[in-house]
């Protein structure tokens, strides 16, 4: 997408974040504000977004962990042992943004960034609809999550790196 800047979320924009989450994600499975902010506390050089013309149209963000599985753990507020796997927990934009290439910039820059400090795989948990539009990127099915997010059911996909 032209004129977009991705930059690490900082706490004055975390309104907005949440905006885009609530239109993202159904109320079950949305981020609470207190675990959005524990990230950017946590894993702020992990937690992006991306702006047009000023205003915030996406957000990505995740941790490391030592699995290429995700685990309900993930998503909380806690510390956990980090590895050489990066959990991608969410993906999002904005409503009126969408289906302009905001989520795959972010995507493309999460990749960098996990490639540049050597790891050994992206993993992530997504619905099945959103199967096709993570395997263009090159992550692989690994089955049924374990993860009960929400209530919802949830595929495991890894992107190896090495």
């Known amino acids: 997408m032209k004129g977009i800047t991705i930059r690490c979320a900082e706490m004055k924009d975390l309104e907005r974040i949440m905006e885009i989450e609530r239109e993202a994600f159904p109320p079950e499975e949305a981020a609470e504000k207190e675990t959005f902010r524990y990230r950017i506390d946590h894993f702020g050089e992990w937690f992006c977004v991306a702006e047009k013309s000023g205003d915030i149209v996406g957000c990505i963000n995740g941790r490391l962990t030592t699995e290429p599985r995700i685990e309900d753990c993930l998503y909380e507020r806690n510390t956990l042992p980090e590895g050489l796997y990066f959990a991608l927990l969410s993906v999002e934009t904005a409503a009126k943004f969408q289906r302009q290439g905001v989520a795959e910039a972010l995507i493309k ?39 009960e997010h929400g209530g919802a059911l949830w595929y495991d996909m890894v992107l190896k790196l090495k």
């Open 109 to 147: 820059r999460l990749i960098t960034q996990a490639c540049a400090l050597r790891l050994h795989g992206i993993v992530l948990a997504c619905k099945e609809d959103k199967i096709p539009y993570y395997s263009k990127f090159g992550f692989e099915v690994c089955g049924r999550s374990r993860s």
